[in-house]
């Protein structure tokens, strides 16, 4: 069986790396992983695909564990594989809970290796691998803390991954995009007391996703989706970070 597997499919990046998959067809099944069963029945009914709805929080170890037993029971070709699970918080360090900052490592870093390793025994040449970071992860980000530190992870345990896979046919791609204004994302972070004043020239969804695939393809060890992406990557790029830390805390007091 050929399948696609994504994590946060429910919404944002999930969702519409969902719709965009289906959209060019050639994958017999969707695999569906987020917590809200509903939101994934809801978009299996919206797909012109067959999609697996499987309701998980990725923050449980055996949630993990029993995908991993579903992959060893039924042994699918994973042409896909979209880690899109994700968390952020937005305040100052000491006013995030403990819960919230382990949820963020466990859901962000952890989950995201271990649903990664799990799929590896099942990817073969062709297969893609796209692990959703942010450009948050190019340097420190006061009022972003503990969610630009697991990006920062996850960004580094992609690029090594694709240099391992290389000569193996399958393309590994960290994807980095900027605010993305039409997710659920800058709403729940804010849950915990907005940081950020304002989010200009966000992007969407569909353009971000579109760009990710695209760059997928062609195996880049990062995708920039869009100008502002790769604006910043370079000025983080070149610029120390002990310039580019006060520099954003300016940027979000604008």
Known sequence: MNIVLITGASSGLGREFARRVAKEGAVEEIWAVARREERLLQLAGELPCPVRPLPM???????VEALRALLERERPHISVLVNAAGMGRMGKTAGISDGDNDAMIELNCRAAVD???????????GSRVLEVCSTAGFQPMPGLNVYAATKAFL??????????????????TAVCP???????????????????????????????????MADSRLNLWVSTPGPVCALHRLAAKYIP???MVPLVDALRRL
């Not at 649903?115 to 040449?125: D, M, S």
């Not at 849950?191 to 569909?206: D, M, Q, T, Y």
């Open 115 to 125: 649903v990664t390793a799990a799929a590896l025994p099942y990817l073969g040449r």
């Open 178 to 212: 900027y605010w993305v204004k039409n997710t659920e994302f800058i709403s729940a972070a804010s849950a915990s007391g907005r940081s950020f004043r304002h989010f200009p020239l966000a992007s969407r969804a569909e353009t971000v996703v579109k760009w990710a």
């Open 155 to 172: 960004l580094s345990y992609t690029k090594a991954l694709h240099y391992e896979m290389l000569g193996s046919g399958v393309h590994v």
């Open 57 to 63: 929080d990725l923050t449980r170890r055996e949630s």
């Open 241 to 243: 970070h002990a310039i």
